[in-house]
């Protein structure tokens, strides 16, 4: 890039800027940097790659992005929106070189609140590349670094940010994760449980404002926009999570508010079942979608909300850049783009989600090879009229057995406690419970499975005796 490109945007590239992502990262799009001043003020840069000055519109390389609409990510490889020369090299903000941004600059008081933004075209240069395992290392103080106050501030603005989220409604989400770890070949080593913890945190809340405050400004300034927006759940579908949640034994009013589901998560945070319940709440929402019609994000509790952090990646963070900037020409049909970005995400995630189950059950057919009479330690996750799913944490899959499958036994199913229960022994079984199950035979071009239940694991409860 030559002086004149830098010479006509925001010079910050004497700011302290960081990048912190996955270990396995290589398309760095987005940097942070964080001061105080002496009013305890907080001065929060969220900088983006300016993909928007590479990729101009009806251009080769746009209408090759349009097609893909997003990068697709499957384990130990990556199929990338732009030509890894942008995505890995040119717009990826690298430690120690100068990049082009776009930056989002936000004030806010000592207790969070928003003082006053901007949005600017601007050059910055990246001191540091963190993954999210580093980070944390600096912050548990087994590591030192020259950028330890940087992440102590950015801690501190996390846990602000997260209280306003709270108080207008949104539901905090602690999930950990499990990543299939492949070799070259592709071939399944072992599963890494990924922690959400304060560094993950810190960046999502980063993110989450600098889209908010964008949408916000392009809506302020009267411009037509991509959303990125969440409908609010079926009543029915609720209404089978809060049974599901009474079943594991949380108590709910008959008819619970956001506020009681923000404390239900907030009980069961420590509690053994908060997995089941961060699962069962997400299944029992509507799918998120990007459209020009803005009827805000449920899941976030926003009424202006877009996608911009990412437009390495993202076709509907390109477009919103160019729309900060009057590049987006005006023929352009949004409700087209949001329309096919909305429908290539569904699908990026389905073979995502495929290709991911594949491994999976591979990795399950290695230890299934070595000693087919192996038992494994289980969870039940749902019980139903016909029977009960169940989890298998060793390999991150789900399993299933017929009623008929349980155990010797007739069983009974209390549709209140969403429970099997054997009339003659008293055995038990419901949501959260732990049962050991049997791999008795895997199918990898269905992808399925056939488990056994290795012994009757449910909890027999004493029968009652006449008086």
Not at 201 to 228: D, P, T, W, Y
Request: with cysteine; aromatic share 10%.
């Amino acid at each position: 890039m030559g002086p004149k490109e830098i010479q006509a945007r925001r010079d910050l590239t004497a700011l302290e800027c960081v990048t912190i992502d996955p270990d396995t990262a290589r398309d760095y799009d987005d940097a942070i940097s964080l001061e105080c001043d002496s009013k305890g003020h907080f001065h929060l840069g969220v900088h983006i790659a300016d993909v928007a000055h590479y990729v101009k519109p009806d251009t080769h390389l746009d209408k090759e992005a349009f097609l893909r609409c997003n990068s697709t990510y499957f384990p130990g490889q990556c199929v990338p929106m732009l030509p890894e020369e942008l995505s890995n090299e040119l717009c990826s903000l690298k430690p120690k070189v100068i990049r082009l941004t776009q930056s989002v600059l936000a004030e806010f008081d000592p207790v969070g609140n928003l003082v006053t933004y901007e949005v600017c075209r601007s050059a910055i240069k990246s001191q540091k590349r963190f993954t999210y395992k580093e980070a944390l290392q600096v912050l548990l103080k087994k590591k030192k670094s020259i950028h330890a106050p940087l992440l102590e501030r950015m801690t501190q603005l996390c846990a602000l940010l997260k209280v306003k989220r709270t108080e207008r409604g949104s539901v905090d989400f602690a999930m950990a994760d499990n990543v299939m770890i492949v070799d070259k070949e592709g071939i399944p080593q072992k599963f890494e449980r990924v922690e959400y913890d304060v560094t993950h945190q810190m960046i999502e809340e980063f993110a989450l404002k600098a889209n908010e405050l964008v949408a916000i400004h392009l809506s302020n300034q009267g411009k037509s926009l991509i959303f990125r927006i969440h409908e609010e759940p079926n009543p029915d579908s609720f209404q089978d999570f809060f049974a599901f949640a009474r079943s594991l034994g949380f108590i709910l009013p008959p008819k619970p508010t956001q506020k009681d589901i923000q404390k239900l998560f907030t009980d069961a945070k420590d509690s053994p079942f908060i997995h089941q319940l961060n699962v069962s709440f997400i299944r029992s929402m509507r799918l998120a979608c990007y459209s020009p019609e803005n009827i805000g994000h449920y899941g976030l509790s926003l009424e202006y909300y877009c996608h911009f952090t990412s437009p390495i990646r993202r076709y509907t963070d390109l477009i919103v850049q160019r729309l900060l900037f009057n590049e987006l020409p005006p023929e352009s049909d949004l409700t087209a783009i949001a329309a096919a970005c909305s429908l290539k995400e569904r699908i990026s995630f389905k073979a995502e989600s495929s290709v991911v189950l594949l491994k999976n059950f591979r990795f399950a057919q290695v230890f299934f090879n070595e000693d087919p009479t192996r038992i494994y330690p289980g969870v039940i996750t749902k019980v139903k009229p016909f029977g009960l799913h169940f989890e298998i944490p060793q390999f991150d899959l789900e399993g299933s057995l017929h009623v008929s499958q349980i155990g010797n036994d007739f069983y009974e199913y209390n549709a209140t406690r969403m429970e099997f229960r054997g009339s003659r022994t008293g055995v038990h079984f419901s949501p959260g419970q732990p049962i050991q199950v049997r791999l008795d035979k895997i199918d990898l071009i269905q992808l399925q499975s056939q488990w056994a239940i290795v012994q009757e694991s449910g909890t027999s409860r004493p029968k009652k005796g006449r008086k």
